[in-house]
Nanobody
Framework: QVQLVESGGGSVQAGGSLRLSCAAS????????MAWYRQAPGKQRESVAE???????GYADSVKGRFTISRDNAKNTVYLQMNSLRPEDTAVYYC????????WGQGTQVTVSS
């Protein structure tokens, strides 16, 4: 079955960086678009970044120029490099495989202090 396991979350000060990883299994990773979402307390889950099977990327306006999504098909892994972090980036970050349904990882907490 589809499994997505995120890692790399943690606590950083504003202006710092983190790199999230999502290890995927149970499906043909190279053929699947992938995405990162986040959910802050009391807010709806929102899209952060996406990457097509061919490597085309898209970003939410709030993270453009600061976050970079990438994928390594040899390792079945998608990454989210987050730079210049802000307190408003604090959320649980989820990896998603976009197929006929969305498949979600368990999430990883990112906390940015001012």
């Amino acid at each position: 079955q589809v499994q997505l396991v995120e890692s790399g979350g943690g606590s950083v000060q504003a202006g710092g960086s983190l790199r999230l990883s999502c290890a995927a299994s149970g499906f043909i990773f190279s053929g699947s678009p992938m995405a990162w979402y986040r959910q802050a307390p009391g807010k709806q889950r929102e899209s952060v970044a996406e990457i097509s099977s061919g490597g085309r990327t898209g970003y939410a306006d709030s993270v453009k120029g600061r976050f970079t999504i990438s994928r390594d098909n040899a390792k079945n892994t998608v990454y989210l490099q987050m730079n210049s972090l802000r307190p408003e980036d604090t959320a649980v970050y989820y990896c998603a495989a976009v197929m006929n349904n969305f498949y979600w990882g368990q999430g990883t907490q990112v906390t940015v202090s001012s």
